[in-house]
Nanobody, 119 residues
């Protein structure tokens, strides 16, 4: 499975961005789709997830500001980021787990998209 994230860019503090991530390739089904981010000089951290049952999880740092949702038919997950802060600046990565003809795959990663929030 391949994951292609898009929608990153430069935005002022307080602004909004919407990230998209499309899953493609050979797979039977996808369970959860998640977003992670890696600020420069820091480790990758969890941001948000849409689980297979449609429930969502958020990190405390983005709760109340970010929304995550998916279009199952399009194998796409979206991250709507509102009230952005400079500390949200990072490369954002899409992650998914699911099943292919080879069995369960626990972690598929996309290349990431840069989000920069100016103060």
């Amino acid at each position: 499975v391949q994951l292609q994230a898009s929608g990153g860019g430069l935005v002022q503090a307080g602004g909004s961005l919407r990230l998209s991530c499309v899953a493609s390739g050979s797979f039977r089904s996808i369970n959860a789709m998640s977003w992670y981010r890696r600020p420069q000089g820091s480790q990758r951290e969890f941001v948000a997830r849409v689980n297979g049952d449609g429930s969502t999880n958020f990190s405390d740092s983005v709760k109340g500001r970010f929304t995550v949702f998916r279009d199952v038919a399009k194998n796409t997950v979206y991250l709507l980021m509102n009230s952005l802060k400079p500390e949200d600046t990072a490369v954002y990565y899409c992650n998914a787990d699911g099943w292919s003809d080879r069995g369960y795959f626990p972690n598929a990663w996309g290349l990431g998209t840069q989000v920069t929030v100016s103060s």
